[in-house]
């Protein structure tokens, strides 16, 4: 069974500061593709950075990284000089190579405060 | 511009009827996805298209109809068999299957039932 689980359903950071939001995920296919997507209010689903399974180098996209630790099954997204528009849901998500689509967490909402 | 776009907005939908939520993509993206979020949930797969004229059910299929006859659309079915279809509803396209190849999604469409 795949599963991913973002267990911070909520998460606040001051302006400035980095934060890291958690994600594990839980599969049995050797080959997979990590992602985070941010969802602000309006809805829709916007990529932010994608992590593959034999990738040797965490991915990072501007102030966003992917702290990937394969053994331990976790892939957290690292937010640097978070921002006001930073505030949205997170969302996690998990590619097994063999199945073809996403499996999403349930999503952290991170607010930003001046 | 290259996207994905979803039509209505917002959908009513009365007690008995079917209602069609349109997706349409010019990535020229093999695949395509529709996918559920209820408030406060992570995203939930209906239906899934790798090729045209061909479909998968995903987790939540009952009640919804999809097809699949050009490249660029994928339309989706609320059928009456839905009892409970209020929610958001997402498509999203990618290259081929989601593993190393990221789902872009449209801007989505909120269904309410009267």
């Known amino acids: 069974a795949q599963k991913i689980t973002q267990t911070q359903p909520g998460m606040f950071v001051q302006e400035k500061e980095a934060v890291t939001l958690d994600c594990t995920y839980d599969?049995?296919?050797?080959?997979?593709?990590l992602f985070w997507y941010k969802q602000p209010s309006s809805g829709e689903m916007i990529f932010l950075i994608y992590q593959g399974s034999y990738d040797q180098q965490n991915a990072t996209e501007g102030r966003y990284s992917l702290n990937f630790q394969k053994a331990r099954k976790s892939a957290n997204l690292v937010i640097s000089a978070s921002q006001l528009g930073d505030s949205a849901m997170y969302f996690c998500?998990?590619?097994?190579?063999?199945?073809?689509?996403?499996?999403f967490g349930r999503g952290t909402q991170l607010t930003v405060w001046p | 511009d290259g996207g994905i776009t979803q039509s209505p907005k917002y959908l009513f939908r009365k007690e008995g009827q079917n209602v069609t939520l349109s997706c349409e993509q010019n990535l020229n993206h093999d695949a395509m996805y529709w996918y559920r979020q209820d408030p406060g949930q992570g995203l939930r797969l209906i239906y899934y298209?790798?090729?045209?004229?061909?479909?998968q059910k995903g987790d939540i299929a009952e009640g919804y109809s999809v097809s699949r006859e050009k490249k660029e659309s994928f339309p989706l079915t609320v059928t009456s068999a839905q009892k409970n279809p209020t929610a958001f509803y997402l498509c999203a396209s990618s290259r081929r299957g989601p593993q190393k190849e990221t789902q872009y999604f449209g801007p989505g469409t909120r269904l309410l039932v009267l």
């Open positions: 599969t049995s296919d050797p080959s997979y593709g």
């Open positions: 998500a998990m590619s097994p190579s063999t199945l073809g689509r996403l499996y």
């Open positions: 298209s790798q090729i045209v004229n061909d479909f």
